[in-house]
């Protein structure tokens, strides 16, 4: 069966009497979405502070490939095995954006036997949260506007607002707009762009605010734009947004709960690109799971080398995190894939192009352990093609490198086929856990921490820019040097070219603009070609996706 067809045939409970029963959530503190799906309320989060934490583990994945990882998959399946053998888990996940839903992917609510469910709520608009955030974003658009056209009392130079407009779509033809045609009844004419909603600073800010005092304060905090001096900056504050961006918000900060097949509990709050953005669920998510259970599966998105290091140099940073364990996530097809192998010749064994390609899961693993400081556990995402060949040659490189690899069938028998996982990353939790590093410290300069991410992480030998970038980034230093950085770089490889493969290193990283996300507290730098509003492929998941006469969804995966 299809991953829709496994997840329309499970057996799902009530999530107001599935809380109660696996953490005794009352039902007082649930604002239910229908019958399996609900909100947590923040009284209740607020309740929690001075519970014990539970163990962080992350999971993350080799750089990827047309093949497909399934680190959703495997985060899913790793929880469901955890409660199996006795550790009380939650596991802390994303939302979808429906762009790539309706573009590339097709869906993100994992696969096979380990999924979370409602799978085509989840997958379409789920509770509303990325609705709230771009009508939020579009508001503070729009009294922008209104504010220059009713006589700009602020000074605010229309050639130099920094916020573009968003929907949650992949829309090319948006990237660069006029706006204000049709006379001046319709305002200003000037030049505008579309992000992508999981590109937006309030999605960002939704996922590191800590309450909604502090989620309003971050709004206010947002800088727009500049006066014709460019250097003094205009905040949403200044035009009185934070308040009515924070009540169109007021229930999308509250953390989603739903269920995986095998009815565990999983929270689904938060969804920012790993390539564009920080790539993490919400912080109160994530805090509330290590309140209520044993274990938090989480992920960050894409490969170490982003996901990865922005849960550990922007999340745990900000948020006082302390994870314990990484997984990472490979598969003999990805790593056959980065070893050369055309994607419509990957079902057929070839040891020699696995061996080349496992240097892309060596990089991320030596990054896990020497960069960030944590204790990693490969997962083996089994395919059904994969031979034993293949999969002795891949575990048995993992064990030269001292790391445990352990072949995993989460996707055909959901926990049952991830026991052998987790009970290693058990091991490691309770034996061997790790204590964090950062790829760079707070003080040091904004270029010098691009340039730190650049050369530890990528293996990179030089990194530039152009004197304009370079000069906003000094400029910058004096007030908001201590901000993290987030890359905003293409996920397919280490360096900023998506075609190359394996591991590559020596090569430049080039900087094409710096965005300040003052609300989010982090610096945005683009890294190559790199588009923060993607286009859709000339075959669009969108093709194939449907629903029949009985309200049935089709084609989502």
């Given at each position: 069966m299809s991953d829709i067809e496994i997840a329309q045939k499970a057996k799902m409970q009530p999530i107001i009497s599935l809380a109660g029963e696996k953490f005794g959530i009352d039902a007082k503190h649930l604002d239910p979405y229908g019958h399996y799906k609900a909100k947590l309320s923040l009284d209740y989060v607020e309740s929690l502070k001075d519970q014990e934490d539970g163990n962080l583990v992350l999971v993350t994945a080799v750089s990827p490939t047309p093949a497909g990882e399934g680190k959703t998959t495997t985060t899913v399946g790793l929880?469901?095995?955890?409660?199996?053998?006795?550790?009380?888990?939650?596991?802390?996940?994303?939302?979808?954006?429906?762009?790539?839903?309706?573009?590339?992917?097709?869906?993100?609510?994992?696969?096979?036997?380990?999924?979370?469910?409602?799978?085509?709520?989840?997958?379409?608009?789920?509770?509303?949260?990325f609705h709230a955030i771009g009508v939020a974003h579009a508001l503070l658009s729009a009294m922008i506007d209104n504010h220059i056209n009713h006589g700009n009392e602020l000074g605010i130079d229309p050639r130099r607002i920094q916020w573009k407009r968003v929907v949650d779509m992949n829309d090319r033809a948006l990237r660069k707009i006029t706006i204000g045609q049709g006379g001046p009844a319709n305002g200003y004419v000037r030049e505008d762009g579309f992000d992508i909603v999981v590109a937006s600073e309030i999605m960002a800010i939704l996922c590191l605010a800590t309450s909604r005092a502090d989620l309003k304060e971050r709004l206010g905090r947002i800088v727009i734009g500049y006066k014709r001096d460019n250097k003094t900056a205009v905040y949403a504050r200044d035009l009185n947004a934070q308040g009515s961006m924070a009540a169109l918000l007021k229930d999308a900060i509250k953390p989603n709960i739903v269920q995986t097949l095998e009815n565990n509990i999983a929270i689904i709050h938060g969804g920012p690109f790993a390539n564009i953005a920080h790539g993490c669920n919400t912080v109160t998510a994530t805090k509330t799971g290590l309140k209520l259970a044993d274990y938090v599966i989480t992920e960050g998105g894409f490969g170490a080398d982003l996901g990865a290091e922005k849960f550990i140099d922007i999340k745990t940073r900000m948020a006082g995190l302390n994870p314990k364990a990484v997984v990472l996530v490979a598969t003999v097809r990805a790593l056959k894939f980065h070893g050369g192998v055309a994607k419509d010749e990957l079902n057929k064994e070839n040891v020699d192009a696995l061996a080349k390609g496992m240097i892309n899961m060596e990089r991320h693993i030596e990054n896990i352990?020497?960069?960030?400081?944590?204790?990693?556990?490969?997962?083996?995402?089994?395919?059904?093609?994969?031979?034993?060949?293949?999969?002795?040659?891949?575990?048995?490189?993992?064990?030269?490198?001292?790391?445990?690899?352990?072949?995993?069938?989460?996707?055909?028998?959901?926990?049952?086929?991830?026991?052998?996982?987790?009970?290693?990353?058990?091991?490691?939790?309770?034996?061997?856990?790790?204590?964090?590093?950062?790829?760079?410290?707070?003080?040091?300069?904004?270029?010098?921490?691009?340039?730190?991410?650049?050369?530890?992480?990528?293996?990179?030998?030089?990194?530039?820019?152009?004197?304009?970038?370079?000069?906003?980034?000094?400029d910058w230093n004096e007030e908001y040097g201590s901000y993290p950085i987030c890359m905003a770089k293409t996920q397919m490889s280490f360096s900023t070219d998506p075609m190359a493969k394996g591991?590559?290193?020596?090569?430049?990283?080039?900087?094409?603009?710096?965005?300040l996300n003052n609300g989010a507290g982090f610096i945005v730098a683009i890294a190559g070609s790199m588009m923060t509003m993607p286009g859709l492929p000339k075959v669009p998941a969108a093709e194939r996706i449907d629903i029949d006469d009985d309200g049935n969804i089709t084609g989502l995966f």
């Open positions: 929880g469901d095995a955890l409660n199996r053998i006795g550790k009380k888990t939650i596991m802390c996940l994303r939302e979808p954006s429906l762009g790539p839903c309706f573009g590339m992917k097709g869906g993100a609510a994992g696969g096979g036997y380990a999924q979370v469910v409602p799978m085509e709520d989840i997958n379409l608009h789920f509770t509303g949260d352990q020497d960069v960030y400081g944590l204790p990693c556990v490969v997962c083996i995402n089994h395919f059904t093609l994969d031979t034993d060949a293949e999969l002795a040659v891949l575990q048995k490189r993992c064990e030269e490198l001292g790391v445990k690899a352990v072949v995993s069938k989460h996707w055909a028998d959901g926990g049952a086929g991830a026991e052998g996982l987790a009970n290693a990353v058990v091991d490691v939790v309770e034996n061997k856990p790790g204590q964090h590093t950062y790829v760079y410290d707070d003080d040091m300069p904004l270029w010098d921490k691009i340039e730190a991410i650049s050369t530890k992480v990528y293996r990179a030998g030089s990194i530039s820019a152009d004197p304009k970038v370079k000069k906003q980034l000094e591991a590559p290193e020596g090569h430049n990283v080039h900087i094409t603009e710096v965005r």
